[in-house]
């Protein structure tokens, strides 16, 4: 049986109380599951932007998509989880990875690292953290001593063997890294690609109790009988895809609403993509695409 649809908005911009109160409510008004937000330079600080929105909302769960792992120290890092997770009322899902920004690291003066040096990193980031929130004599504590669910994101073979490992929540993000960027630019990888990338994950967790939820990031919504100026921007930025490539990227859900939503459902069946997550300018362009979905499985 398919896993229920749950859906995620990530909100990038930082802004007074009254503001980020006010899209944090709009976006539990049209439905969202996950209230999520980032962790790079000039956008929130993560925590207490979560702990500010659950002070606005009732519903939504709170969630880091995803923390930086090169940015905090698992001792440090455990106190602001549980501090996190007690004061949104154990409504917090931490989501991490490798981090992929060398520029933001040089900013920080904060070491960077080969991949295997990252991917090590976050490896003891989460077994200590792990370790640290699982002990009874740990200071502060979670909501209810409850576990924190935790996401993982990242392609990698080693990076999927510590997600079979650890994580509750798998994080794809249908892209990857331009070889040489140091700004963390990104390009879109198509269907096959993606679809190894999941068969890869499947054979590593083959072993786990219960399986884990899967995660995709949609970088493009727009509900239109016209995608074509929507993808115009996309096509600029990536000049050897063609339209109808683009319209096929599984990060993009670009047409009539009810293609959308049926593309969606192909996804969940495809890849088993159940949880989906968009970035803040689409938040109200998928709206109407969570509703249709949900009355559908009602």
Same mark, same amino acid.
């Given at each position: 049986?398919?896993?229920r ?24 008004e ?25 002070g ?14 090169g ?22 899902e ?12 040089? =900013?920080?003066g @904060? /070491?960077?690292?080969?991949?295997r040096?990252?991917? !090590?990193?976050? #490896? *003891?980031?989460?077994?200590?953290? $792990? ?84 995660n995709?990031?949609i ?11 929507a ?14 490539? =683009?319209?096929? @990227? /599984? ?7 009810? !293609?959308?939503? #049926? *593309?969606?459902?192909?996804?969940? $069946?495809?890849?088993?993509f ?9 938040m109200e ?14």
């Open positions: 049986m398919a896993r649809f749950r859906f995620g908005v990530n909100l990038l911009t930082p802004s007074p109380t009254a503001e980020w109160r006010a899209r944090c409510r709009r976006a539990e049209l439905g969202y599951d996950v209230i999520l937000v980032p962790d790079h330079l000039g956008m929130v600080a993560p925590f207490p932007a979560l702990v500010a929105a659950a606005a909302t009732e519903r939504p769960r709170l969630g880091t998509f995803v923390l930086n792992a940015f905090w120290n698992p001792t440090l890092l455990a106190r602001e989880v549980a501090t996190t997770h007690a004061l949104t009322g154990g409504r917090l931490l989501g991490l990875g490798t981090g992929y920004v060398r520029s933001e690291h040089e =900013a920080a @904060l /070491p960077y690292g080969s991949p040096e990252r991917v !090590d990193h976050l #490896r *003891r980031t989460v077994e200590e953290l $792990e370790r640290l929130l699982g002990a009874d004599e740990h200071r502060p504590r979670t909501a209810a001593r409850s576990r924190v669910p935790l996401l993982l994101g990242g392609s990698g073979d080693r990076m999927l063997r510590l997600t079979a490992e650890h994580a509750d929540i798998v994080g794809f993000t249908g892209t990857r890294l331009v070889p040489g960027s140091t700004t963390g630019k990104l390009e879109p990888v198509g269907a096959d690609a993606v679809d190894e990338r999941v068969a890869r994950y499947r054979e590593l967790a083959a072993g786990r109790a219960e399986p884990a939820e899967l995709l990031l970088q493009l919504v727009a509900v239109t009988d016209d995608p074509e100026p993808l115009e921007p996309l096509l600029e930025r990536q000049p050897g895809l063609t339209l109808d490539q =683009a319209l096929a @990227l /599984p990060i993009v859900l670009a047409g009539p609403l009810e !293609d959308v939503v #049926r *593309r969606v459902r192909a996804q969940r $069946e495809r890849f088993g159940s949880y989906l997550t968009v970035l803040e300018p689409y362009a998928f709206a109407p695409v969570m509703a249709r979905l949900r009355e559908e499985s009602a």
